[in-house]
């Protein structure tokens, strides 16, 4: 039977930390909000090249706005998340942990 928390049960020899689970599931949150994110600035690249050869016109620049911000929105906690998950495992390989 699996659960929802991706822990399983440990044999005394090999003990799951809890911290490292969770920082396991932050940073698969924020590859994948990296990776959305970045696939929301390209939309707004790619509709901004498009409203520019075709003309601008309120809906094009509205596009464009709403897709730049919802990029933004996404990378801006994912890109900080995702160096304080790598700065603590850095961290704890350096300590031996």
């Known amino acids: 039977m699996s659960t929802d ?8 020899a090999s003990p799951i930390d809890p911290i490292r689970v969770k920082r396991t599931k932050i940073a698969k949150w924020t590859l994948l909000a990296n990776r959305v ?3 929301f ?13 075709l003309g601008f016109n309120s809906t094009m620049a ?16 994912s890109i900080i998340l995702g160096y304080a998950v790598k700065a603590a495992e850095r961290e704890d ?3 031996g942990l």
């Open 37 to 39: 994110g970045y696939l």
């Open 93 to 95: 390989r350096e300590n």
């Open 62 to 77: 509205t596009l464009v706005t709403i897709a730049f911000i919802i990029g933004c929105v996404l990378l801006a906690p």
């Open 41 to 53: 600035v390209a939309l707004a690249m790619a509709l901004f090249v498009m409203a520019f050869v």
């Open 5 to 12: 928390d991706d822990t399983t049960t440990a044999s005394p």
